[in-house]
Nanobody
Framework: VQLVESGGGLVQPGGSLRVSCAAS????????MSWYRQAPGKERELVARITSTGGTTNYADSVKGRFTISRDNAKNTVYLQMNSLKPEDTAVYYCNVRVYSRNYWGQGTQVTVSS
């Protein structure tokens, strides 16, 4: 299993950013996918989750209405569209999948929200 995140960067408050996660090594279309984030000095937290078909999504309260998770099963890729970004969204964002009861993580992509 390999997960490779991309698309992070520096953005001003109120701005938007889309991060992507390219997956390989497993049958992507059969598994739910998640995005987590970890800010300095804080625990890793779940941001959003999407079911294998994309039919159901769930979000942390802190990002509801601002972030959208989506997936393209033909491209083995999951996305996180982040709008109305706030300084408190600054974190390393990680892609996650659980395959055969084991969690897999990407290397993470840094998102910094600052003026």
């Amino acid at each position: 299993v390999q997960l490779v995140e991309s698309g992070g960067g520096l953005v001003q408050p109120g701005g938007s950013l889309r991060v992507s996660c390219a997956a390989s090594g497993f049958t992507f279309s059969r598994y739910d996918m998640s995005w987590y984030r970890q800010a300095p000095g804080k625990e890793r937290e779940l941001v959003a989750r999407i079911t294998s078909t994309g039919g159901t999504t769930n979000y942390a309260d802190s990002v509801k209405g601002r972030f959208t998770i989506s997936r393209d099963n033909a491209k083995n890729t999951v996305y996180l569209q982040m709008n109305s970004l706030k300084p408190e969204d600054t974190a390393v964002y990680y892609c996650n999948v659980r395959v055969y009861s084991r969690n897999y993580w990407g290397q993470g992509t840094q998102v910094t929200v600052s003026s």
